[in-house]
């Protein structure tokens, strides 16, 4: 007697079309309402979204505006991370515009900037943490001693606001670092920078990032 497995599509019936669509759309949904809470998925979508062609990279703009859409969400915090990597002037173009016909709620940003530090200009550390978008911060830390300048460096370009002590703990003396006024930690990182520049000749690179927050106080400094 000849007997065939039957599946369980084959006992229930075709799956209807509505139905199919819905799950299949459910992870793309999650990944995106992800994006907006997790820098790991934010960062996840950036990189798959770049290593796309041209035409796909299009085709997944319009889907997540189609499903943000649909699902009532704003879609500019998960379009910022895409127009961070888009190479493409005229896409870059269309991701900028969808997020400005959204009103950019999703990029709005309550927190501000917060300092960690241990030690004195001569021996020590800092953790510095500024607002992007949504609940993003970028980090930048820093490890630094009398003989060699800045010895360790650090830098988050989308951390959570909330994993502040996870990324201390990367940095040498990072248990010792404390909650501190930032105008005070950036003097202090500041003194050491200017060390680090006499040793070496250079400040070190990251240092760039932040720029705009040491500029004030190394001008002050040189004032003084």
């Known amino acids: 007697m000849y007997t065939r ?22 992870p793309f949904s999650a990944l995106l309402a992800a994006a ?10 950036a990189l798959a979204y770049a290593a796309l062609d041209r035409p796909q990279r299009q085709r997944l703009i319009d889907a997540v505006l189609a499903d ?3 699902a009532d969400m704003d879609p500019s915090a998960v379009l910022a ?7 493409d002037l005229e896409l870059a173009r269309y991701i900028a515009s969808a997020i400005s016909a959204s009103g950019g709620a999703g990029l709005r940003c309550d927190a501000s900037c917060r300092a960690l530090l241990t030690g004195d200009a001569t021996e020590g550390g800092a953790l510095l943490a500024r607002p992007l978008y949504g609940r993003f911060v970028e980090v930048l830390g820093l490890a630094w001693n009398r003989e060699q300048g ?4 650090l830098f988050e370009p989308l ?10 703990r990367k940095l040498p003396w990072g ?6 006024p930032v105008a005070f930690a950036l003097d202090t990182i500041v003194m050491a920078l200017w060390h680090h ?7 070190p690179e990251l240092v760039a990032r932040f720029a705009d927050l040491f500029e004030a106080a190394m001008f002050a400094s040189r004032e003084g």
């Not at 039957?6 to 509505?18: D, I």
């Not at 907006?36 to 979508?45: D, I, M, W």
């Not at 520049?197 to 400040?203: D, T």
């Open 81 to 87: 991370p895409l127009l961070g990597v888009e190479v």
């Open 36 to 45: 907006v809470e997790n820098p790991s998925a934010a960062q996840g979508l």
């Open 159 to 168: 951390a959570s606001a909330g994993d502040l002590e996870r990324h201390a």
């Open 150 to 153: 800045v010895v360790h460096t």
């Open 197 to 203: 520049r006499r040793l070496h000749g250079e400040l």
């Open 175 to 180: 248990a010792q670092l404390e909650e501190m």
């Open 5 to 26: 497995a039957v599946s369980s599509s084959e006992r229930t019936g075709p799956r209807p079309l509505a139905k199919a669509k819905a799950a299949s759309a459910e």
């Open 68 to 70: 943000t859409r649909s």
